[in-house]
Each structure stands twice: as structure tokens, then as C-alpha cells.
């Protein structure tokens, strides 16, 4: 009886180390990984929003001084837990001037997100901003923590000689044809803007759309929610010598919800092109991704009012 006693106390005192390396995690190690495996945090709620610590100012592109294009580019940004930029995409378009807001943020810096005592990353929406400034366009950013040395003015480059210099205002219409198995719908944005300048259109509203929810190759409807439709514009214009209007353009159409379908046709586009006076031109021949019925076409006119 004494041997098998003396047994039992040796093997609990081998097998103790096994447990305790099982259960020795750190709870900290733990955390992070948890949320390295559930990727980047939006900013909100506990998890706060970096600072920033070095900013690039973005380089102003010789064709937007050129066309005198302006505006603001919106991007989401990845902040990993060294407080670097990791990825950058653009989620509100101005087209000559994204690739040099996103060439700025990507060199960003800011100081490391905290959850719990672990850095972690996060996604978070930072503005660049390129305007007009002492009589010549300068790229800013309006989210800087700290005040930015001040900027020399830069000489404005020399005007392209084919550009028409007249004090004349351009009208562009831009017209939606939105067709399906509905009916089609025309919707119809007009903005005036002064040669070599720019305008903007911003209209939204919400509809009240069911949830269609099938099963077993049935469709039947569940709850209601709200759905955003949307129709903006961001246009830049340009009148020539030659009578051509060089416009930019970037257009984001998201259609009201109808019950033919509940996945609807939008269109996000940004075009820079040359249009005739008075002459419309499609643009844009969009067919449903859904291999739906619905169809999106976008015809442009510029006209110049003397």
C-alpha cells in the first residue's frame, strides 16, 4: 500500500509542469491575437483616433493647376500598430488629383492605437484637401494636430495659349436614363460654373425598402429599412480656342430602391474629356452586375452662355 502511494505523489508532481505550460498564457498575448486575427478596428467607442505625427503635403499635379481643378479627396486609411500607413484607398474620387492625396497620406504618420494596453490597427477617414490659394492652387490638409510651417507663394504656371481667356460661364446638364423592367426613369442635374472653374452637386435622400428574403425558392418579404439613394456631381470646365470645353468629371448615381430588385444599379465614375458645344455625349452604358433587367446610361452636354 505504501508503494503505490509513494507513485501517485510522483506522477502529479511530473504532469504539474504539463498543466501549468497549458494554462501560462499571457492574457495580453492572448488578446492580441485575437485581434490580429479580426484585422483592423474602425475608429469609435474605445477604440480613439491616432494623432498624427509627421504629415506630407501633397504635391498639386501640373495637369489639375493646368485645368484649374479643385476639391477635396476623401480616403480610408490603415494605421497599423506602429502608427504607419499601411494601406490608403480613395472612397470619395476627384480624378486628377487622387493618386497625389493618396502618394501624401501613404507617408502619414501618427502614434500607435491602444485597446487594453495592446496596439492595434485601425481604419480611419483622413481628408486632403487642394485649393486655390494667393492666386494659385496649394494643396492642404485641414486635419493637422499641429500648425504647418507657412508656405511660399507658388508662381502660377504659364496658361496653355489654346485656352479661351472670356469672362463667359459653362452650363453642363447631365442626364441619368435609368431603365429596367419598371419603366425607366430620367433624372436630370444642371450646374453653371465660370470658365477654368469649377461646381459641385450633392442631393440624397432615403427610401423606406423591404428585405426580401428567400428560402426554399420562395421570396418573401421581411423588415423594412432604410435605403440611401444618391445623385453627385463634382465638375470642373474649360472653354478653348477651338470651341472644345475640356471638362472633369466625377459622378456618383445610387438609385432610389424599386421592388423590381433588391440589388440596384449604381455607377461611380470620374472622367476627364473634351465635348463639343451643345452637343450631349454618352458617357456611361451601365448594365445591372446582378444580370438583372436594369440598365444606367449618363449623357453629357456643355454649353457655353454668352
Do not use: C
Not at 493618396?102 to 507617408?107: E, G, I, K, T
Request: charged share 15%; glycine share 8%.
Amino acid at each position: 500500500m505504501r508503494q503505490i502511494t509513494s507513485l501517485f505523489i510522483v506522477s502529479l508532481l511530473v504532469a504539474a509542469p504539463s498543466i501549468a505550460g497549458q494554462s501560462g498564457t499571457p492574457p495580453a498575448t492572448q488578446h492580441e491575437q485575437k485581434l490580429t486575427q479580426t484585422g483592423p478596428l474602425r475608429i469609435g467607442g474605445q477604440v480613439k483616433a491616432p494623432e498624427r505625427l509627421k504629415y506630407v503635403a501633397p504635391a498639386y499635379p501640373a495637369a489639375a493647376l493646368e485645368a484649374r481643378v479643385s476639391g477635396t479627396v476623401i480616403i480610408e486609411a490603415t494605421i497599423g500598430t506602429d502608427g504607419s500607413v499601411t494601406e490608403a484607398h480613395v472612397i470619395r474620387s476627384i480624378a486628377l488629383l487622387d493618386q497625389a492625396a493618396l502618394d501624401a497620406v501613404r507617408q502619414w504618420k501618427y502614434t500607435p492605437t491602444t485597446l487594453n494596453g495592446v496596439p492595434v490597427p485601425v481604419i480611419m477617414t483622413v481628408t486632403v484637401n487642394f485649393t486655390p490659394q494667393n492666386g494659385a492652387p496649394r494643396a492642404v490638409s485641414p486635419i493637422s494636430p499641429t500648425p504647418q510651417a507657412t508656405e511660399a507663394p507658388t508662381a502660377r504656371p504659364p496658361i496653355d495659349p489654346r485656352i479661351d481667356q472670356s469672362d463667359v460661364n459653362i452650363k453642363l446638364t447631365i442626364k441619368i436614363t435609368d431603365s429596367g423592367s419598371g419603366g425607366t426613369q430620367i433624372k436630370t442635374v444642371s450646374l453653371i460654373m465660370a470658365n477654368r472653374g469649377n461646381g459641385r452637386v450633392r442631393s440624397v435622400g432615403d427610401t423606406l425598402a423591404k428585405d426580401i428574403v428567400v428560402a426554399g425558392g420562395t421570396a418573401t418579404t421581411g423588415s423594412y429599412r432604410s435605403r440611401s439613394s444618391e445623385l453627385n456631381v463634382d465638375a470642373g470646365a474649360t472653354l478653348f480656342r477651338s470651341g472644345v470645353i475640356s471638362t472633369n468629371l466625377t459622378i456618383s448615381y445610387q438609385p432610389e430602391w424599386t421592388e423590381e430588385a433588391t440589388k440596384m444599379t449604381g455607377v461611380t465614375q470620374s472622367v476627364s474629356l473634351f465635348l463639343k458645344d451643345g452637343v450631349p455625349t454618352v458617357i456611361t452604358q451601365a448594365a445591372d452586375p446582378t444580370k438583372g433587367s436594369r440598365s444606367v446610361s449618363i449623357e453629357v452636354t456643355a454649353s457655353v452662355l454668352k
